[in-house]
């Protein structure tokens, strides 16, 4: 893993930005650091590169990699390189290195863009092909590595995080769709990020950019699938081909069924679990995975998670805010960067992580509601009758208050919006008192636009599931990047190889779970290989104690700190700490996180000259 930053512009040689770029991102890449500019017909521009080294650790695959006319910044690892290089080989082809960088840009010299349908793995590349005076730059099909882009003019900026766009552009502009969206989720979908100038690559995509003419062309690859080996060796041989490395790997193993996966099947023997304070949720994890680690006689070694290099709640928040960037409010990047900060200390370079296999195979229980499809409104007049009775009696109101969301919004979309978000519509409304519907018809054009690649054949869950890949995962796949090169390591995800997702896209919804389980298929696979009662315990997830700080909080303290959210939406804090019933703190934990994390990311972000 690495980092990249890249400039084109008509106007200036802007070297020196390029320079505080790479110094932005330099923690994605400690081990070496370059940078190359080039002039093309009065055209100026500067490709950058801050290295992890994992694959071939010599100098000569250090980075920018030029070869002939072709130079190549690429962030990420390709398990299949070894196969494609043996093809370029029987082509003619002549390697100096024995890193995957090179069979890109060779790959790229025999098959033009067309090597992105041969590539395996996890990527962000940025091409400049001097001899046809174009720029091609690209993400892997499933946002895994981030790649942000910002234009201005005719002039273009890239690089593998935002901060690394802010050395060449005057200043981030808030995008006020992209505050109801995130209001309305509490993240944001691809292509978005907060910020009106500055955007992602979509997970999948191809752009390339004729220097001469500045036209741009975008192009969704559709991946080359091999035929697929037997289901009972598919997984086994996605885990194994994430192994290779020339450093040293570890697992994140949280005694969950995903983890539980990956070391079962993996060569590795060492497993990483993280442990918060006793008493929390994740109590039954850890005693889990010790059993679990016992059985499949691998070493587990427990981190406990404590907040020493942070002296306040708030010191928390505003690392996340800095360190994500992008508007999602997710307390575990916390978590995340330490217990990754500790594997790195301790000489891993490598971790795997079970990550992904919840949106691919039906693993959360707010998937079920979606297989009501067209029955939902029938299902919504019983609740209506049973609503005042369970509020009554108190029963389950953290839990169900989504699910009657879910039940009363009347478009599909919309009411999958509310299984994910904290916010209910009346909160929306409360927020949103004139342009609620702008908003929201904005947003469903955008969903829309989404499901526009997706079969015309489909059910509520299928394209719900569909969104979750642009959506709820990569928000993930965000934070699991983020952290991880915070603290120079490269996180692997096995159950998002490419053949892997295409087993997932070929099972049915029933397949994957039903009204009364969830992760069917999974644990079908698992079942001969780990003892039963490992398999069909609840989910437990990756829950650090964000419920204990929040309860710690007093009213007028957190009336000071929704001061930016007052001053941005014209409403009082008490309005708002009124009218969302904020003193019900135990049911509205995160209600409370995700208000208090936009009030940061504001106070950060606006006039951020």
């Known amino acids: ?167 060449f552009i005057k200043k981030l502009n808030i995008s006020d769709q992209d505050i109801f969206e995130f209001m309305t989720n509490h993240y944001l979908y691809e292509p978005s990020t907060g910020f009106s100038n500055v955007k992602k690559v979509m997970p999948g995509q191809v752009v390339t950019l004729d220097i001469v003419s500045n036209k741009y062309e975008y192009i969704t690859v559709k991946p080359e699938i091999e035929d697929l080996i037997a289901d009972n060796n598919l997984l086994q041989e996605s885990i194994k081909s994430q192994e290779m490395s020339d450093v040293r790997n570890v697992i994140l193993f949280s005694g969950g069924l995903d983890s539980t996966l990956i070391a079962k099947e993996a060569n590795e023997t060492k497993l990483l679990h993280a442990k918060f304070s006793k008493g929390f949720i994740n109590d039954e994890d850890y005693y889990y995975s010790k059993l679990i680690s016992k059985e499949l006689k691998k070493k587990q070694e427990v981190v406990d998670i404590k907040s020493k290099e942070f002296s306040t709640f708030m010191e928390e928040v505003d690392f996340i805010v800095e360190n994500t960037e992008d508007l999602i409010a997710d307390y575990t990047f916390i978590p995340s960067y330490q217990l990754l900060k500790h594997a790195r200390e301790n000489g891993y370079k490598v971790a795997l992580s079970g990550m992904g296999a919840d949106e691919l195979f039906g693993g959360y229980p707010r998937y079920i509601p979606l297989l009501l499809g067209s029955s939902r409104k029938f299902v919504k007049m019983i609740f209506n009758f049973l609503k005042p009775i369970l509020n009554f009696l108190n029963i389950g109101e953290k839990k169900i208050s989504r699910f009657f969301s879910f039940l009363e919004e009347d478009n599909d979309l919309i009411a999958f919006s509310r299984l994910n978000g904290y916010l209910s519509k009346k909160d929306m409304n409360f927020f949103y008192p004139n342009s609620y519907k702008v908003h929201e018809i904005k947003y469903l054009n955008k969903l829309k636009s989404i499901l526009l690649k997706f079969p015309k054949q489909r059910n509520l869950f299928s394209a719900c599931e569909y969104l979750e890949r642009y959506g709820f995962l990569t928000r993930n796949l965000l934070i699991a990047d983020k952290s991880s090169m915070l603290t120079s390591m490269e996180l692997r995800v096995p159950l998002l190889d490419r053949r892997v997702v295409t087993l997932s896209s070929s099972l049915n919804a029933y397949e994957k779970l039903n009204f009364f389980t969830t992760k069917i298929y999974l644990k079908k696979f698992l079942k001969n290989r780990i003892s039963k009662n490992f398999l069909n315990r609840r989910k437990v997830g990756f829950n650090p104690p964000l419920e204990d700080y929040i309860s710690k909080l007093k009213k007028a303290e957190i009336i000071r700190l929704l001061k930016p959210i007052q001053d941005y939406f014209k409403l009082s804090s008490e309005s708002i700490y009124e009218s969302l019933e904020l003193d019900n703190k135990n049911s509205n934990v995160y209600k409370i996180w995700q208000l208090i994390y936009l009030a940061r990311w504001l106070k950060k972000y606006d006039n951020n000259d």
């Open 1 to 167: 893993m690495c980092g990249v930053s890249f400039y084109f512009s008509k106007n200036a040689n802007l070297v020196s930005e390029l320079e505080k770029s790479l110094k932005s991102i330099e923690h994605r890449g400690p081990d070496a650091q370059g940078l190359q500019t080039y002039e093309i017909d009065g055209n100026f521009i500067g490709i950058g590169h801050v290295r992890l080294s994992i694959i071939d650790l010599a100098e000569r695959s250090n980075q920018p990699f030029e070869f002939e006319e072709n130079i190549i910044s690429f962030n990420g690892e390709i398990y299949n390189f070894k196969s494609i290089r043996k093809d370029l080989e029987n082509l003619g082809a002549k390697f100096n290195t024995l890193s995957d960088t090179e069979v890109i840009i060779q790959g790229y010299k025999f098959y033009g863009i067309d090597i992105f349908k041969k590539l395996n793995g996890i990527y962000a590349v940025v091409i400049l092909d001097r001899s046809n005076k174009k720029l091609i730059y690209s993400r892997d099909p499933m946002g895994v590595k981030q790649l942000y882009y910002s234009v201005v003019g005719d002039d273009l900026f890239i690089s593998s995080e935002i901060r690394g766009i802010k050395p």
